[in-house]
């Protein structure tokens, strides 16, 4: 097997290890919410717990200083399910009264959590991520994590209390029938 091979194959391993492995350290359950003083914003109102197929919404007001100087908010979401996987981050167009910013999605069903974060963005044209590589959290209300298993005020006798109809991981028939196609192309083509 030529170096080539071996490089596919381990790229292809590395492809479909579960993406778990890499989320950082939460208890299931637990919103992750700013610290007042670490932000220059304050939660007004949040949907929590998340609810699959029902409005998640998140209203922000900015505190004086930032509103003053000119900063400007951008909020980003992203939704991971049960099975493992996190949608793509979405910028969210958000409804702006003054100082209050207030953005609104529906998640889908079999969700585990509605990630967010702010990006600060001051007349500078500099910003701060809040929080800083990371995400905070909305937990759903009927969860899985890996962890810990199953909870939520909606996960009762053994099952969640949702409408679910499959349990596939989207993208993962395609993920995986590409890297078939990929390592029998690398198998045939021997030199």
Not at 65 to 92: K, R, S, W
Not at 126 to 132: D, E, F, M, R
Request: with cysteine; charged share 20%.
């Amino acid at each position: 097997m030529n170096l080539r091979n071996v490089i596919l194959c381990l790229f292809t391993v590395l492809m479909l290890m579960p993406m778990t492995s890499m989320a950082s350290e939460v208890t299931a359950g637990e919103d992750v919410s700013p610290s007042d003083e670490e932000v220059p914003f304050s939660i007004v109102s949040r949907t929590t717990p998340s609810i699959d197929g029902n409005s998640w919404e998140l209203a922000l007001v900015m505190d004086d200083d930032a509103y003053d100087n000119g900063t400007t908010f951008e909020i980003t979401t992203q939704v991971c399910t049960n099975n493992g996987v996190c949608d793509p981050p979405v910028l969210m167009e958000a409804t702006v009264d003054e100082k209050t910013q207030s953005v609104s999605l529906t998640p889908p069903s079999d969700h585990t959590y509605v990630n967010w974060r702010v990006k600060a963005i001051y007349s500078d044209e500099n910003y701060t991520l809040y929080p800083n590589g990371d995400w905070y959290k909305t937990w759903s209300s009927c969860y899985y994590q890996q962890d810990s298993g199953w909870g939520g005020v909606d996960y009762k006798d053994g099952e969640c209390d949702t409408n679910s109809e499959s349990e596939s991981v989207p993208g993962f028939g395609m993920l995986l029938a590409s890297s078939s196609v990929m390592m029998a192309a690398a198998f045939i083509r021997r030199d």
